[in-house]
């Protein structure tokens, strides 16, 4: 099936730095690539949908100019926390549509943020 | 976007017993599936139901879907402790949108 390889896993930075979150997908091209993010105990909520060569679509509540979504290649989504802060420690992941699966959506294994 | 709902938020029973999960949501949907998501990990998709489907199998998995209620059930029989995860049930709306995840439901099997 269609694999999407999310780097890095987990990493941790200091305040004010900024960190990139990659997804590539391996095997089939991503027009589009959503991306979420799941605080500790809650639910996956979108925070963008990305498509290739155009500007990102955020979610109401998500600050554009914080999370830089670059989405260059039909291979390759990059999101990028800027100036990241404590309260934007968390788990990221990402998913692109894959008409060739079952279900049609596979996922990167996510990215655990963490900001001190 | 808008978020479904799920109950019960946690659940704790006995290996061996059998664990229901529910999940309702809001507006018309292609599909709704079901993700398992251990402490901390990625996303496990464990079945896809169809908007024309009613019930669907796998395994130790039984769902169901009730469109004319907006409401899906999750049930796992001879749960194992290795059951133990989060899950979550995503529904599909049409075309090339992103699944919107329930609020999941914790479950614990004590062995």
Not at chain 1, 73 to 98: G, N, Q
Not at chain 2, 17 to 22: F, K, L, R
Request: glycine fraction near 8%.
């Amino acid at each position: 099936g269609a694999v999407v390889s999310q780097h890095p896993s987990w990493v941790i930075c200091k305040s004010g730095t900024s960190v990139k979150i990659e997804c590539r997908s391996l095997d089939f091209q991503a027009t589009t690539m959503f991306w979420y993010r799941q605080f500790p105990k809650q639910s996956l909520m979108l925070m963008a949908t990305s498509n290739e060569g155009s500007k990102a679509t955020y979610e109401q509540g998500v600050e554009k100019d914080k999370f830089l979504i670059n989405h260059a290649s039909l291979t390759l989504s990059t999101l990028t926390v800027t100036s990241a802060h404590p309260e934007d420690s968390s788990f990221y992941i990402c998913s692109a549509r894959d008409p060739s699966s079952g279900y049609g959506y596979t996922f990167g294994s996510g990215t655990r943020l963490t900001v001190v | 976007s808008q978020q479904g709902e799920e109950d019960p938020q946690a659940l704790s029973i006995q290996e061996g017993e059998n664990a229901t999960m529910n999940c309702s949501y809001k507006t018309s949907i292609n599909n709704l599936q079901w993700y398992r998501q251990n402490s901390g990990r990625g996303l496990v998709h464990l079945i896809l139901i169809r908007s024309n489907e009613r019930e669907k199998h796998s395994g130790r998995l039984r769902v169901t879907l009730d469109t004319s209620k907006k409401s899906s059930s999750l049930l796992i029989t001879a749960s194992r402790a290795a059951d133990t995860a989060s899950y979550f049930c995503a529904t599909d709306y049409s075309g090339n949108t992103p699944l919107v995840f329930g609020k999941g439901t914790r479950l614990s099997v004590i062995a």
